[in-house]
C-alpha cells in the first residue's frame, strides 16, 4: 500500500509517541525513527513531512542529539517540536540560550494567527482545509533552553511573557519551530496545529483511514499466507482478537486460534469469547478452548510470591499451547497481535528506552513449528486497533473491554490461588464493574454523553489475603476483604485513585457483602502510582 508518511524523528522525549498518534488522528500515516536513522534511509522513504521531537538533552551542548543541516534541505516541510525547534535554530544559525527559569506548565501565549501553523493562510495552495484559533490561548510549557536568537530567515510566530520566540517559522523553507507542546492536551489548539502542519502545510491528503487499512491488510494476508495454515493464541483481549478477526476475513479455516482458560479469567468472561469466536460466532475459523483452569490450580497451590505466580501461569500458558500445537501439527505462520507501542518500546522505533523487551505471548515462538511470524497490527496505536475492531464487527464490549493483565486475577487475589478465592474475587469483581459501568452510564445520559471527571481507565477488585472479625446477622464471622481499585491514567506508567462517587462505593460495598459469600469487608484503595502499581502484585 502506497501512503503518504510523515516522519516523526524521535530525540528522545517522553511525548513522542502521543506526537505520532496525534498525526494518525489527521488521518496521516507516521512513523517514528531515531535522530540516527540515516539522511539516506529518510530520503528513500520519501516522506510528506518530517517532526523533530522533544527530547532531554541541550543542543550547544558536546555530544547531544543532534540532526544535519541536509535535514533541512530535503524540500520537505519541517516541523520543530520543543528540543527540535530549539535544535532547528542551533542547527541552521541562530542562538540557543538557558534561561534563568524554568518554563513549566500551562502558558498564556499569543499567536500570530497569519501564520498557516495557526489557521492563517497565506500563500498556501489548501489553505481552505486549515483550522483557525484565537490569538490568545494557552499552551503546555516545559523547557530550560529557549530561543534567544532567530536563525536567518525565520520570524517568531507566538511568545509567552517569558518566551520571545515560542513559535517560529520561515515560510519559503517549509520550516516550522514551536517551542511548547501542541500534543498534550493542556494545550487546547495543540490539534488543529499538527493537522495545520501535515494536512495545510506538507499537504497530506489524509489518506489514512481504517476502513481502509482494514480491506488493505486483508488483502494482504491473503497474498501473504496463500494456502498456508495460520495459529493464534487468542487471549480474549483487544490486540488479539482484532487479529483474529482480520486474518479470519482474510483466510478463514486456515486460521486456527487457541483459547487457553486459565480459570484466572474475569466472571463469564471464557464464554464470551467463545460465543463471539466460537462455533455458531461471526467468525469463519477453526476454534480450539482448552479448559486448564485445574492444571493452574494444581500449579499454583502454595505458591504465595508475586513474581513466583506470574512465572507459573506464563509457563503453564506455553506447555499448554504447545500440546494444542503439536496436536495441529507444523504450521506455516505464528500470528501475534504486536502493536505499534510493543515496537517503539521494544527499541526498534524511535530513540526510546528499551522499556520492556517485546513478548506479547510469552515467548511462544521458541516452542512452536512454524516458518514465520505474522502480526498484522503492527503499525496500529491501540485507539487504532479498536477502530479496526469496531470495522471487522468485533462487539464494543471487547473492543473497549479496558486493560487485563495476561496472569488475569492470578496478580488480583493477594497471596496464594485456590478456587475458591477465585470465585469469590469475580463475584465481587463484577458487581463493582456492573455499579461503575451503570454509574458512567448514567452520567453520561444526564450529561450529552460526557464522561465524569472520575471517568477510570481501569478498575477491578481484587482479595486481599487479609482476614477479619465481622457480624452477620447475629453471628460472628472470619471473612475475606476485597480491595476496590480504579485509576486515572494516560500511560499506565503514572496513575491516580479515581475520584468513584461515595454512594457508588457504597451501593458497591452492600451488594458485594450480601451477594457473595466469604467477603465481610470492602477496602477502597486510594494509592497513586508511584509508589504504588496498578495491580496489587
Ligand atoms: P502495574 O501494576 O505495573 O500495571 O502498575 C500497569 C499496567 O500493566 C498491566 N500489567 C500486566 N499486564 N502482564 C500483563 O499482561 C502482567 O504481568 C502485568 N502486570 C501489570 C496492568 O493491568 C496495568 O494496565
Not at 533552553?145 to 530567515?153: E, H, N, R, W
Amino acid at each position: 500500500m502506497d501512503k503518504e508518511l510523515v516522519l516523526v524523528i524521535d530525540f528522545g522525549g517522553q511525548y513522542n509517541q502521543l506526537v505520532a498518534r496525534r498525526v494518525r488522528e489527521c488521518d496521516v500515516y507516521c512513523e517514528i525513527y531515531s535522530y540516527k536513522t540515516p539522511l539516506d534511509k529518510i530520503k528513500a522513504m520519501n516522506p510528506k513531512g518530517i517532526i523533530l521531537t522533544g527530547g532531554p538533552s541541550s543542543c550547544y551542548e558536546e555530544g547531544a542529539a543532534t540532526c544535519s543541516s541536509e535535514l533541512f534541505e530535503l524540500g520537505v516541510p519541517v516541523l520543530g517540536l520543543c528540543y527540535g525547534a530549539q535544535l532547528m535554530s542551533h542547527v541552521l544559525g541562530g542562538k540557543v540560550e538557558r534561561a534563568a527559569n524554568r518554563e513549566y506548565g500551562k502558558t498564556d501565549i499569543t499567536l500570530d494567527t497569519t501564520s498557516a501553523l495557526f489557521g492563517g493562510a497565506a500563500g498556501l495552495a489548501n489553505a481552505d482545509i486549515l483550522q483557525s484559533m484565537p490569538a490568545e490561548t494557552t499552551c503546555w510549557m516545559s523547557h530550560f533552553d529557549y530561543i534567544s536568537k532567530l536563525a536567518p530567515g525565520f520570524k517568531s510566530v507566538a511568545h509567552t511573557d517569558s518566551t520571545p520566540v515560542a513559535a517560529m517559522e520561515n515560510v519559503e523553507r517549509g520550516l516550522y519551530g514551536i517551542q511548547f507542546h501542541p500534543e498534550v492536551l493542556h494545550t487546547p489548539e495543540g490539534s488543529k496545529m499538527l493537522f495545520n502542519f501535515v494536512r495545510g502545510i506538507c499537504g497530506c491528503s489524509g489518506d489514512w483511514r481504517m476502513d481502509t487499512f482494514v480491506e488493505d491488510t486483508i488483502k494482504n494476508i491473503r497474498a501473504k499466507v496463500g494456502n498456508g495454515k495460520v495459529l493464534l493464541a487468542l487471549s480474549g483481549g483487544v490486540d488479539s482478537s482484532v487479529a483474529a478477526g482480520l486474518l479470519s476475513r482474510a483466510i478463514g479455516k486456515q486460521l486456527t486460534c487457541v483459547f487457553v482458560d486459565h480459570g484466572l479469567l474475569r466472571k463469564n468472561e471464557g464464554d464470551e469469547v467463545e460465543a463471539v469466536f466460537g462455533e455458531g460466532g461471526q467468525f469463519d475459523l477453526n476454534f480450539i478452548r482448552v479448559n486448564a483452569q485445574e492444571r493452574y490450580y494444581g500449579k499454583l497451590a502454595g505458591v504465595s510470591e508475586p513474581e513466583r505466580k506470574r512465572k507459573i501461569i506464563g509457563e503453564e500458558f506455553i506447555r499448554v499451547f504447545e500440546e494444542e500445537a503439536k496436536k495441529i501439527g507444523a504450521v506455516d505462520f505464528l500470528a501475534q497481535g504486536t502493536i505499534y507501542p510493543d515496537v517503539v518500546e521494544s527499541g526498534l522505533g524511535g530513540e526510546s528506552a528499551v522499556i520492556k523487551s517485546h513478548h506479547n505471548v510469552g515467548g511462544l515462538p521458541d516452542f512452536v513449528d512454524f516458518k514465520e511470524i505474522i502480526e498484522p497490527l503492527r503499525d496500529l496505536f491501540k485507539d487504532e486497533v479498536r477502530k479496526a475492531g469496531l470495522q471487522l464487527g468485533i462487539p464494543e464490549r471487547l473492543v473497549f473491554r479496558q486493560p487485563f493483565p495476561g496472569p488475569g486475577l492470578g496478580i488480583r487475589i493477594i497471596g496464594e490461588v485456590t478456587a475458591e478465592k477465585v470465585v469469590i474475587v469475580q463475584d465481587a469483581d463484577y458487581i463493582y464493574r456492573e455499579e461503575v459501568d451503570k454509574a458512567i452510564a448514567e452520567y453520561k445520559a444526564a450529561n450529552d454523553g460526557k464522561e465524569p471527571a472520575w471517568m477510570p481507565n481501569q478498575y477491578y477488585a481484587a482479595l486481599t489475603n487479609m482476614r477479619s472479625v465481622g457480624v452477620m446477622g447475629d453471628e460472628r464471622t472470619y471473612d475475606y476483604a476485597v480491595a476496590l481499585r480504579a485509576v486515572k491514567t494516560i500511560d499506565f506508567m503514572t496513575a491516580e485513585a479515581a475520584q468513584i462517587p461515595f454512594e457508588v462505593l457504597q451501593t458497591v460495598m452492600s451488594r458485594i457483602i450480601n451477594e457473595v459469600r466469604g467477603v465481610n469487608r470492602v477496602f477502597y484503595d486510594l494509592t497513586s502510582k508511584p509508589p504504588g502499581t496498578i495491580e496489587m502484585e
